[in-house]
Each structure stands twice: as structure tokens, then as C-alpha cells.
């Protein structure tokens, strides 16, 4: 069904407002599509004018920005862990602006709108912390029993 966002026909009073011209196309709108975390998929929507806007149905990886050193990474998102918009939207993992997403680097907030940019950009929060590797064991001399 389609979403029309032109005004309201209801007075502040609850009373009704006499329309003096019908419903115009360019005042629909259209459904929300909810970017899900998963394998990569985009669809292509046709706007007005006849542009083309790209959005993302599902995506896996995240181009994350690091405030510290300006530099910016493409990552795997783990999960959503906090999403203003609403709270529903984490247990199903939905992508939106403002949500606030776990990925390898650490957690991370989605600055773009997925939904109409068509990727997720990000700034990361809280980088997890570096674990420094301990140096291989060498393996023991053949012929020596320990």
C-alpha cells in the first residue's frame, strides 16, 4: 500500500480540513525497508526525476573510521548492540542511523542511513583492545624425550 505524506486532513480540533486539491504523486512515500545484517544484497529504487537510489536489503561489512588516527577500514559487523530507534530493531539485527554495532575492530556507530545510501559507514567507539601474540614454542629436538 502505498504512504502518502502530504497534510494532515484533520483540524487540531478534530475537525475535518475541506481539501482544495487532490492527492499529488510527488507526495507519496514508500515503506520502510529494513537493512538486516547478513550476506550482502542491494536493490536499485527508481526516485523522482528518474534517479536512481541504492539500498542495502542486507549487508555483512561495515566501512568503519577511526577518529584517533583519520584512517578507515572495511569490517565485518558481528551484531547490532544498541539501536535508538528501536529496541526491537536489535534482536533482529536492523541497521539504521544512529545504531550502535559490534564489528571486529570494536563497537562502532552507524553514521549513514543504509536504507538510502546503500552502504554502512561508521565511527568507531571503543576499539578492542590489541592482544599481543606470544611467540611460537619451538618444537623439541628430534631423538630427545622429555
Not at 559487523?77 to 536489535?90: G, Q, R
Request: proline share 8%; charged share 30%.
Amino acid at each position: 500500500m502505498a504512504k502518502w505524506q502530504g497534510r494532515s486532513l484533520k483540524k487540531p480540533s478534530g475537525g475535518r480540513i475541506w481539501a482544495r486539491r487532490m492527492k499529488r504523486k510527488r507526495e507519496m512515500g514508500r515503506e520502510f525497508i529494513e537493512p538486516k545484517l547478513g550476506p550482502t544484497k542491494h536493490v536499485k529504487i527508481r526516485t523522482l526525476g528518474g534517479n536512481i537510489k541504492s539500498s542495502v536489503l542486507s549487508t555483512d561489512v561495515a566501512n568503519v573510521m577511526d577518529p584517533k588516527t583519520g584512517g578507515a577500514k572495511k569490517v565485518k559487523i558481528l551484531t547490532v548492540v544498541e539501536n535508538p530507534a528501536d529496541p526491537h530493531f536489535v534482536r533482529r539485527n536492523v541497521l539504521t542511523r544512529g545504531a550502535i554495532i559490534e564489528t571486529e575492530l570494536g563497537k562502532a556507530r552507524v553514521m549513514s542511513r543504509p536504507g538510502q545510501s546503500g552502504t554502512v559507514d561508521a565511527v568507531l567507539l571503543e576499539a578492542k583492545p590489541v592482544k599481543a601474540e606470544k611467540p611460537a614454542e619451538k618444537p623439541a629436538a628430534p631423538g630427545k624425550k622429555s
